[in-house]
């Protein structure tokens, strides 16, 4: 059984080596001639081939290689141009600010007359003729106080004035009767005086009519006393009847002066105490008072007299002339601050008492100081410096000492001179001795 497998198995591989050679015998039957048509070329036609070889090597080289050696040469030089090139840097000239100085401080508006109405008289409001908003004129009636206790009063002083003036009278009537009693002593002294020095008398008898004349001198000049005094007790019960009339008086509450009522704190029926009981607040606003705080640094640029700008924030658009109407003459040494009190007139009413304005003074300095950008400014541990570029190119710290600081700008007071050249915004690459190309810009002056 094994022998017939193995036997089929190579009759069978020996099949497939008769058809494999049969297939290679049919490929090549039609190319049997093909080694005899190679291509054997001749020495000339391998010395063209080389030949044109080389020369397109060479076109390659030529027009590749070379022109990246140039392209490589330019980059070297203008890179090594760069680094020969000094930096150029943006600078200005320092310039003098404008010779009008400007100062905004914020103040309170307030009234230029305003005054606290209490009541004078002990009593109960029995009218009230105003409110908050009302304009009054000087002398208009407000309101009116009833005060029974102080008419009784008055009504009490009447009558003594009258009792007084009664007792008066009762005086003077005793000394007209006293007087003539006195003119009949007298008389009647000197006769009993003629008698006894005649003799016809006793001496007795005329030192009694004698002792009556005296007795009657004195009487007299008692009733005289008597009549000093009626008259003196008049002129008191007069003075406090007057006393007591302009107390009441006071019953009838007037306006002091012309403006307008900005506070109303009682109302009809009211208990009102004479000296404590507030009634109303008047205020003049035809011209109104801004107090200002001028701090120390600019407080001497400010004069009676100067003109001044009034801005509040609820009328943008819209300002309003004043004139500083007095000063302080004195720093607070708390604030260090002057106090400024700037008149506005105010006739169509616009401003009120109570707001909150900025007021905007002007002057004009002899000196102005310097002005810089403020982002020349270099802050570092050695103080405040600016970049200053010298005739040489070369740049220089410069320390200054900084005055006013306007956002943007910068008042220099010492430092610099005007038509120096400085660097607007440094940075940090601004260093000591270092080359640069400037290039001027501009900057703006103080308005």
Not at 29 to 49: C, E, K
Not at 190 to 213: F, H, I
Not at 309 to 338: C, H, K, Y
Not at 437 to 444: E, S
């Amino acid at each position: 059984m094994r022998n017939t497998e193995s036997e089929s198995a190579e009759e069978s591989l020996r099949r497939e080596n008769l058809d494999l050679k049969r297939q290679l015998q049919e490929l090549q039957g039609p190319h049997s001639d093909l080694p005899a048509r190679l291509w054997h070329p001749s020495g000339t036609t391998i010395w063209a081939i080389f030949l044109g070889a080389a020369v397109l090597v060479t076109i390659a080289f030529f027009a590749g290689f070379v022109p990246l050696q140039k392209r490589r040469a330019v980059i070297l030089t203008e890179a090594q141009d760069q680094q020969q090139t000094l930096p150029r840097v943006e600078v200005v000239e320092v310039e003098r600010s404008s010779r009008k100085s400007e100062l905004e401080l914020p103040g309170n508006i307030q009234a230029v007359t305003e005054a606290p109405i209490l009541a004078r008289a002990n009593g109960y409001l029995l009218h009230r003729m105003v409110d908050i908003g009302d304009r009054v004129k000087a002398g208009q009636l407000l309101a009116e106080i009833e005060a029974p206790e102080l008419d009784e009063q008055v009504q009490q002083a009447q009558a003594n004035l009258e009792q007084a003036r009664a007792g008066l009278d009762q005086a003077l009537a005793n000394y007209e009767q006293g007087k003539s009693s006195t003119d009949l002593a007298k008389i009647t002294a000197e006769r009993w005086s003629s008698l006894s020095a005649r003799g016809v008398v006793s001496k007795q008898e005329n030192d009694q009519y004698q002792a009556g004349y005296r007795t009657q001198v004195a009487a007299l000049q008692s009733l005289e006393k008597a009549i000093a005094a009626q008259r003196s007790n008049i002129a008191a019960s007069e003075s406090n009847l007057a006393r007591l009339q302009k107390l009441q008086s006071y019953r009838m509450v007037k306006a002091p002066f012309d403006g307008i009522v900005t506070l109303r704190n009682v109302d009809t029926g009211a208990l009102v105490n004479a000296g404590s009981t507030l009634l109303f607040r008047i205020g003049q606003t035809g011209t109104l008072r801004t107090y200002v705080n001028v701090p120390q640094l600019h407080a001497s640029s400010i004069h009676v007299g100067q003109a001044a700008r009034l801005t509040v924030s609820s009328m943008p658009g819209r300002e309003f002339p004043g004139t500083v109407a007095r000063t302080a003459n004195s720093l607070d040494p708390n604030t260090r601050t002057l106090l400024v009190e700037v008149q506005v007139q105010n006739g169509d009413g616009a401003l009120l008492p109570g707001m909150y304005a900025q007021v905007a003074f002007s002057s004009t300095r002899a000196d102005p100081p310097l002005l810089v950008p403020s982002v020349a400014l270099i802050s570092r541990g050695d103080g405040p410096r600016v970049a200053v570029v010298r005739a040489d190119h070369t740049v220089h710290l410069q320390p200054i000492q900084i005055g006013r600081d306007y956002g943007d700008r910068l008042e220099v007071l010492s430092g610099l001179r005007q038509g120096d050249t400085i660097i607007p915004n440094p940075g940090d690459a601004a260093t000591e001795g270092l080359k640069v190309d400037p290039v001027f810009g501009a900057i703006r002056e103080n308005k």
